[in-house]
């Protein structure tokens, strides 16, 4: 069994990692640099890695109870780990933690982002503000990665 949630994890690093470049070219297209910043930020903390383990037990269940389709295993995992990424970046803010995952948080980078543009305003605020609208819109997308994913509604 260890094997075989390792082996999910190297999977969904791999979805992510895709995940995030798709996203990346998007944004980078459609929005200003500073949006892209933000989005830098968060796929950061994504891709900083983690144990992966809700999104390899996601998997897991759904191989279990006959699931077959790779690419909706994988898309459940990227669900769970958008969402994942959300509440760790509102759990950063609550607790006022500096770092998560061996680097810094995402409001403590967003703050520093600020500081070294030396944009106007306050710092702090700025991480704060922006390490929220993150988590939004990590969650944001991760319900948008549950909707379409191809699974009958009623597994959804």
Known sequence: ?????????????????????????????????????????????????????????????????????????????????????????VDDIADNSEMRRGGPSVHVALAELHKIKGLRGDSYHYGISQATNAAVLANHYALIELMTLPAPDTAK
Do not use: F
Not at 2 to 15: C, N, P, Q, T, Y
């Open 1 to 89: 069994m260890i094997e075989r949630v390792l082996a999910h994890k190297k999977e969904i690093d791999a979805d992510l990692d895709q995940l995030g470049a798709a996203w990346r070219k998007g944004w980078t297209h459609d929005y200003t640099a500073h949006s892209v910043e933000v989005l830098d930020i968060l796929l950061s903390l994504l891709n900083r890695g983690g144990k992966r383990l809700r999104g390899a037990l996601a998997m897991e269940s759904y191989y279990l109870h006959g699931g077959t389709r790779q690419n909706i295993a994988l898309g459940a995992a990227r669900v769970i780990e958008l969402v994942q990424a959300s509440l760790l970046t």
